[in-house]
């Protein structure tokens, strides 16, 4: 299996422009996560679906922070407009539910920056 | 506020040396996950801890979930330098029946083997 795929692997972008972050699942897997990684604060969840819907998107930070998931293949994290403290690593990650185990796999990330 | 507190942040050891890392918090976890993370890479799970009082070991890592499901720890013996890396912890609230819950990530603790 493949894994996890993220595109790009890198990004760099102006403050004001808009950043689409691609995520590709693991095939078969229900859930996909969106997660935000920076020294300061850590690994923080933003949204994660299940078969393709939103179920949480509590940690959202603001409306300039959109994530859809059109099919079970495939997921995007929008911000518009970018901001410098916006610049992390996001991660996606992906999971299928079992009993008593939670195993989420971890794509490689994209590490944003806005200058 | 952390919700999950790792201690040490860093950890700078030699070759064959021991180490204990530590998870704590004053919320009880459903389960406990442990996670590495090399640079420029996702978190890689290393092992789920669900019982108050669980040991596993992993080789030469021995991870322990306290009585209380509260606290954890991951102790290396004799460490090399391929254990350099990130270490996360990460609990598990909420699930059960139809709840997937929710993961919550530690600061995480860098640990640095040198040869």
């Known amino acids: 299996d493949a894994g996890v795929i993220q595109s790009p692997r890198h990004e760099v972008t102006e403050m004001g422009q808009e950043v689409t972050l691609r995520c590709k699942p693991i095939s078969g897997h229900d859930y996909l996560f969106w997660y935000r990684q920076t020294m300061m604060r850590g690994l923080e969840l933003l949204i994660y679906?299940?078969?393709?819907?939103?179920?949480?998107d509590s940690g959202m930070p603001e409306d300039r922070f959109s994530a859809k998931m059109p099919n079970a293949s495939f997921s995007t994290l929008k911000i518009q407009p970018s901001e410098p403290r916006d610049s992390a690593v996001y991660f996606c990650a992906s999971s299928f539910r079992r009993v008593g185990a939670y195993e989420q796999y971890f794509g490689p990330g994209t590490r944003l920056t806005v200058t | 506020t952390q919700l999950l507190e790792q201690s040490p942040q860093f950890l700078s050891i030699q070759e064959g040396e021991n180490l204990t890392v530590y998870c704590n918090s004053s919320s009880v976890f459903s389960s406990l996950q442990w996670y590495r993370q090399e640079p420029g890479e996702g978190p890689v799970l290393l092992v789920t801890v669900v019982t108050g009082g669980e040991v596993k070991k992993l080789k030469r890592l021995t991870f322990q979930f306290g009585d209380a499901r509260k606290d954890s720890s991951l102790h290396i013996t004799a460490a090399q330098p391929g254990d350099t890396g990130l270490y996360l912890c990460?609990?598990?609230?909420?699930?059960?029946?139809?709840?997937?819950?929710?993961?919550?990530f530690g600061q995480g603790t860098i640990l640095t083997v040198h040869p």
């Open positions: 679906f299940n078969n393709n819907v939103p179920i949480d």
């Open positions: 990460a609990g598990w609230r909420g699930a059960g029946g139809t709840s997937y819950g929710k993961l919550t």
